[in-house]
């Protein structure tokens, strides 16, 4: 099957966004130029930022660095970015994903900071579980988490922290809090921004399908 934009390559996959069969090359312009686009439209930044990229170490963060690092140099940004990554104290769980941060920080050149559980609160997640058990250990660790992020930014001074999400994520979200009738959740949670303690959070600027 050939590109739909009728530039001589072979597709190489179907999008899921908008069905259509794209070459690598072309769908990486189309995806750069998007989230591009998004940046401008929305006026998400302004020249002199200091943004704080989540980096997990999953393939949306991974993603979102590579993205943040690129169109800021191609379109003159001037944006002051790092890595800001989280360490829950799981055994086994977060060692992985750390070592992929860390090749981040040196594969796009972004300074990186890590920020732990036992520094922050004085429990790993580890120690959580012990102590409360198995039972909405998740629902801990999302909340401390996030608040987690929230605070390493507030340490690093950022002006904002930017998040990647994919598609699925999205759709979940929204549709967990309509089966929840939590409309304030909602209106929040499909907003591009939100604002926390003076951080403006800038959320699936990424753009992922």
Not at 58 to 69: F, P, Q
Not at 108 to 129: N, Q
Request: one cysteine or more; charged letters at 25%; hydrophobic letters at 35%.
């Amino acid at each position: 099957m050939d590109c739909i934009r009728e530039c001589g390559r072979k597709a190489f996959m179907k999008r899921p966004k908008t069905s259509e069969a794209l070459c690598q090359e072309c769908f990486y312009e189309i995806f750069e130029n998007e989230v591009h686009e998004t940046i401008t439209q929305n006026n998400l930044f302004k020249s002199g930022d200091f943004v704080a990229v989540a980096a997990s170490g999953g393939k949306d963060s991974t993603v979102l660095a590579y993205i943040m690092k690129l169109l800021n140099g191609r379109h003159n940004y001037g944006l002051k970015l790092i890595l800001l990554s989280v360490d829950e104290g799981i055994t086994g769980y977060r060692d992985d994903s750390l070592e992929t941060v860390k090749r981040n920080e040196q594969q796009y050149e972004i300074p990186l900071k890590i920020f732990s559980y036992k520094d922050l609160y004085g429990w790993t997640m580890d120690e959580i579980v012990r102590e409360v058990g198995r039972k909405n250990n998740c629902t801990f660790c999302g909340v401390f988490r996030r608040q987690a992020l929230d605070r390493g930014a507030m340490a690093l001074g950022v002006d904002k922290i930017v998040t990647g999400h994919n598609g699925d994520d999205v759709a979940e979200t929204i549709l967990m809090n309509l089966l929840r009738g939590d409309v304030a959740r909602l209106q929040r949670c499909t907003s591009i921004i939100t604002v926390i303690k003076l951080i403006t959070v800038v959320s699936r600027i990424d753009c992922l399908d």
